[in-house]
């Protein structure tokens, strides 16, 4: 039987920053997620996704609620403890914070910087150490035409493959990837989207993926979960029209969605680039 790897019990998240009348951005959820799975998490603006992901990630920490990553609770061990923990993920958000004037090889390579000493990166700074291993994760995504542009030239489209190419040469075993498709057109969003479980396959990696394409998300995992104001609606394996329904009858207006941006907005930078390794 394949180990469990996350266990999430009744976790409460709230924002920082957020009014304390505000509701929580997760309401007690429970979760129980093995190695190597591969998960889509879907649900109206503002249901919580991307606040389970950085949850999942170390980057929020629960108002309330356990949670265990290996049989390790993670905000009970040490902060050296849970930095070493971080090394063994990836956090892909939406739109990855990439140095503006950094060429697309060196951002690509930063995927190894855990395992790297101070020189060695500093060195792949002045001059890619790898530049065959960047070129052929971007050529996964279609990118490798961009090896040597600067990530300010890019389109938002280009800047996400060229942050999810990172994930690539990382080995992380936890793989949270925020909208990844969310700038591509349909044929790039297909290719993506089957690159990151190909790779993800490949080292047994845990895929945890959050999408707004609901049919691609019921084509491509077999687990779906689904979120609705911060509470998981559905956790299910067999996903019909019904639940698809149920989860987005109702969703909130625009306005309101703008006013849940706000609070998002007000979580700040969840981790440092030190801090988290992986998270980009």
């Known amino acids: 039987m394949t180990a469990v790897q996350l266990h999430l019990q009744h976790v409460c998240v709230q924002h920082p920053g957020a009014a304390h009348t505000a509701p929580a951005a997760l309401q007690d959820i429970h979760l129980q997620i093995q190695q190597g799975e591969q998960i889509a998490i879907i649900g109206p603006s503002g249901a919580g996704k991307t606040?389970?992901?950085?949850?999942l990630a170390c980057a929020l920490r629960p108002l309330s609620g356990d949670y265990t990553w290996n049989e390790?609770?993670?905000w009970r061990l040490s902060h050296a403890?849970?930095?070493?923990?971080?090394?063994?993920?990836?956090l892909a958000p939406?739109?990855?914070?990439?140095?503006?004037?950094?060429?697309?090889?060196?951002a690509v390579l930063a995927g190894r910087l855990p395992h790297w000493g101070f020189w060695h990166a500093l060195r792949n700074l002045i001059r890619p150490v790898d530049p065959l291993a960047a070129w052929q994760a971007l050529s996964l995504f279609q990118l490798q035409h961009k090896l040597y542009a600067r990530v300010d030239k890019l389109s938002g489209g280009e800047r996400q493959r060229c942050g999810l190419a990172r994930l690539l040469l990382s080995d992380a075993n936890l793989l949270l990837v925020d909208e990844p498709l969310s700038a591509l057109d349909p044929t790039l969003a297909v290719q993506t989207l089957e690159s990151l479980q190909t790779e993800a396959r490949a080292r047994n990696?845990?895929?945890?993926?959050?999408?707004?394409?609901?049919?691609?998300?019921r084509q491509h995992f077999s687990r779906i979960i689904g979120l609705r104001d911060g509470r998981i609606l559905f956790d299910s394996r067999d996903v019909n029209q019904q639940m698809i329904a149920d989860l987005y009858r109702n969703a909130r207006s625009d306005a309101a969605d703008a006013t849940e941006a706000s609070a998002d907005r007000?979580?700040?930078?969840?981790?440092?680039?030190?801090?988290?390794?992986?998270?980009?």
Do not use: G
């Open 94 to 106: 939406q739109s990855p914070p990439l140095p503006p004037r950094q060429r697309v090889v060196n």
């Open 51 to 55: 606040s389970l992901l950085h949850t």
């Open 72 to 74: 390790k609770n993670i």
């Open 266 to 280: 007000l979580m700040p930078a969840p981790l440092s680039v030190a801090d988290t390794q992986r998270c980009y």
């Open 205 to 217: 990696a845990t895929l945890i993926c959050s999408l707004h394409q609901v049919e691609l998300a």
């Open 81 to 90: 403890e849970r930095h070493a923990l971080r090394r063994q993920l990836f």
